[in-house]
């Protein structure tokens, strides 16, 4: 029944993390259609937007944080092999779990700094200082949410790793996202 509760929950953030990363991903050609109407506008008929450069600004920063955790659950980001693939499973579990808390833990304070803003952002109406002037509250939702997102992937794979430590038998078979030799 545990097995089962632990499995359930590591396939809800499977789920919501890919659908995330997905939809961020999607946001590509549209930034790209931006940024080539700006340099249409700009260069072809000598009239540059004002919206264009703070608009691509805030779907790149939005494409990059959303597809953080994505990028973690399909093991994409950068990861240091000097001694992680000289140790055994168990070795490389521990050190997932390392690198995991201290994530969090910086992800967390990334959280409360970013509601801080959010919350000023509000209070103050702030705006990006360009001619077009659009609200950033929005920005700070997101980096809320993304931050989120990495947590609960952090989680789920601190979740995988710990039940492998405590059991030596992976928590969701190969094909399902077990990683480091499970």
Known sequence: MFHALLRGL?????FIVMLTGKAASYMMPLLAGIVAFEVFSR????????WAYDLSLFLF??????????????????????LYLKVSP???S???????ALAIFFLIIIVKV??????????????RQSEWAPPMHHFWVMMIIACALFIAQFFRDALNDIYYLATGTPLLK???GVHHGH
Request: glycine share 12%; net charge positive.
């Open 90 to 92: 168990k070795a490389k």
């Open 10 to 14: 590591c396939h809800g953030i499977d």
């Open 43 to 50: 260069y072809v008929l000598g009239s540059p937007t004002i």
């Open 114 to 127: 970013s509601t801080g803003k959010l919350m000023e952002a509000l209070e103050f109406d702030y705006r």
């Open 61 to 82: 920063g939005y494409i990059t944080a959303l597809g953080g955790a994505y990028a973690q659950q399909k093991r994409a980001h950068i990861n240091v092999d000097i």
């Open 94 to 100: 521990v050190f997932n779990l390392l690198g995991y």
């Open 174 to 176: 190969q094909k399902e």
